[in-house]
């Protein structure tokens, strides 16, 4: 039905950058925002950043400055450029995409399957 691959994870050492992709398909309608969490271990999924469908971003405190949120409206993809990577930026990155369903209605939430980032020091 909506599938969301992501793509882009990997080690890097602090400083470092790494850019994230995440793409939406299937029965898709409409896609009223996407966007990134993260969960460190021992830690709550936090959102990272996220993009509307009308060109708004919210970024989490710890990475505004660093990272930056982008999509790419006709491939259904969402980007996000790290920059300035920490060791606390270490987590399973997760897409996120609240989107309506040519097979249901009103709004759903979806989530890729995570994509780990792990910062070196």
């Known amino acids: 039905q909506v599938q969301l691959v992501e793509s882009g994870g990997g080690l890097v050492q602090a400083g470092g950058s790494l850019r994230l992709s995440c793409a939406a398909s299937?029965?898709?309608?409409?896609?009223?925002?996407m966007g990134w969490y993260r969960q460190a271990p021992g830690k709550q999924r936090e959102l990272v950043a996220v993009?509307?469908?009308?060109?708004?971003?919210n970024y989490a405190d710890s990475v505004k400055g660093r990272f930056t949120i982008s999509r790419d409206n006709a491939k259904n993809t969402v980007n996000l450029q790290m920059n300035s990577l920490k060791p606390e930026d270490t987590a399973v990155y997760y897409c996120?995409?609240?989107?309506?369903?040519?097979?249901?209605?009103?709004?759903?939430?979806?989530w890729g399957q995570g994509t780990q980032v792990t910062v070196s020091s």
């Open positions: 299937g029965s898709i309608f409409s896609i009223n925002a």
């Open positions: 993009l509307t469908s009308g060109g708004s971003t």
């Open positions: 996120n995409a609240d989107l309506i369903s040519t097979l249901y209605g009103g709004n759903h939430a979806y």
